[in-house]
């Protein structure tokens, strides 16, 4: 744990909030300019004569000024993650209370508020963990952890992050969370309205090849490769996802064919399992979905078995990105094991839950009455059904 006083980003922030230059509260507090600007970089400290002055400038008491603040590590932050994650698991009530507690500990540790909102987001929505409703965790939420409640709750933390933090990629992140809150709520028009500021912007892709041409010209070869692959990985994932999404927004058939020849091009020439191991499955069950509803039996039973093959297929062995030479530069921070082995056993935890969700998912849809009605008669379905669920805790049809 870092111990942290951050007296120069305070006066930075209440200078900016206002409305003041360097050169005008110099002015005030009877010192250079060059003096304010060394406080608010963090390269010296006001004289502690001057500080009640300062405060008393801004409107603040001398602990708002100093915000100290026990900075977590990564590590540490992970592992306080998971903890509370686990315990939802189990007590949810007892789980949120020791949430209240840590974000009251750490109100200035903008890394762990995030995570902290995002549970309380998910808990929100009536799960336990991103894959199981609390009710299949040992009963009903306490009736405390009303949704409303849970989301206001996440929206304070996410606000707390936006007021003290000035770290562009913390407060970009920041937004985008609160968006993705808002959605849950089913707040739409804030969600969109929130969104509207972060996509309608400038292309990125621009400066972000001129930062790596800069980085080349340096010698900082390793710095370009890490920035290339990252951009790559960003704009892979966002293809693929759209693909998927716009299949089943537009429930035409033809698009469902030519989106699925697509997304299965993209995957493998960018080796994209070593990444995301089950897109497939999704990508091919959304289309037999979307090639059922049209009609098209041939077609649809043909994306069934994909969808089985490709479900097969995945979690049989854990790719190592470093042996991945379009990942390898990135293979290092996707580690889990970087924020600590906690974290490492947490995600550890959370492949496991993905693949049997994923595995009773594929079950429930194979043995779904539409499907049955739909191909019961056609032997290729029963091949597929009854070979898949052969392999599963659901009963065969």
């Known amino acids: ?38 406080w608010e970089l963090g390269q010296s400290l006001p004289d502690v004569g001057l500080l009640p002055h300062i405060a008393a400038y801004f409107s603040l008491t001398l602990d708002e000024l100093f915000d100290w603040r026990d900075e977590l590590t990564q590590e540490e932050s992970a592992a306080l993650y998971a903890e509370v994650y686990a315990l939802g698991e189990k007590d949810l009530a007892a789980a949120h209370a020791r949430l209240h507690e840590l974000a009251a500990a750490h109100y200035s540790d903008v890394n762990l508020l995030l995570m902290l909102a995002s549970l309380l987001t998910m808990w929100a929505g009536g799960m336990a963990t991103p894959f199981a409703p609390a009710c299949e965790k040992g009963g009903e939420p306490e009736e405390e952890l009303v949704p409303a409640a849970l989301i206001d709750e996440a929206l304070a933390l996410l606000d707390r992050v936006l007021e003290t933090s000035d770290d562009p990629a913390t407060l970009y992140l920041a937004r985008q969370q609160k968006a993705t809150t808002l959605f849950r ?8 309205a929130l969104l509207e500021q972060l996509v309608h912007r400038q292309d990125e892709g621009a400066p972000t090849m001129l930062l790596a041409s800069a980085y080349r010209k340096l010698g900082r070869d390793e710095d370009a490769l890490g920035l290339l692959q990252a951009e790559r990985l960003r704009a892979a994932n966002f293809v693929l996802s759209s693909l998927m999404q716009e299949v089943g927004m537009r429930g035409d058939a033809t698009f469902a064919c030519a989106a699925a020849k697509a997304a299965e091009a993209v995957f493998d020439a960018l080796d994209m399992e070593a990444m995301n191991p ?11 979905e979307t090639l059922r509803e049209a009609g098209e039996k041939d077609a649809a039973l043909e994306a069934l078995r994909l969808t089985v093959a490709a479900m097969e297929h995945a ?4 790719p190592d990105l470093s042996d991945a030479p379009l990942w390898d530069r990135v293979a ?3 580690d889990p094991a970087r924020a600590g082995e906690a974290w490492a056993e947490h995600k550890g935890r959370q492949a496991t839950q993905l693949q049997a969700i994923m595995r009773q998912g594929v079950a429930e849809r194979l043995r779904s009455p539409e499907w049955r009605a739909f191909a ?6 029963r091949e597929i059904a009854m070979g898949w669920l052969g392999t599963c805790s659901v009963q065969p049809i």
């Open 376 to 381: 019961d008669d056609d032997a290729r379905y």
């Open 185 to 192: 709520a089913e707040r739409y028009e804030d969600a969109a």
């Open 1 to 38: 744990m870092n111990t942290v006083v951050n007296i120069g980003r305070t006066i930075a922030r209440e200078r900016r909030r206002v409305g003041i230059t360097q050169e005008q509260l110099a002015d005030h507090l009877g010192v250079s300019k060059a003096a304010v600007s060394k």
């Open 332 to 334: 290092e921070r996707l």
């Open 315 to 318: 979690g049989q062995e854990t």
């Open 278 to 288: 089950y897109y497939l499955i999704t990508m091919h069950l959304e289309v037999a």
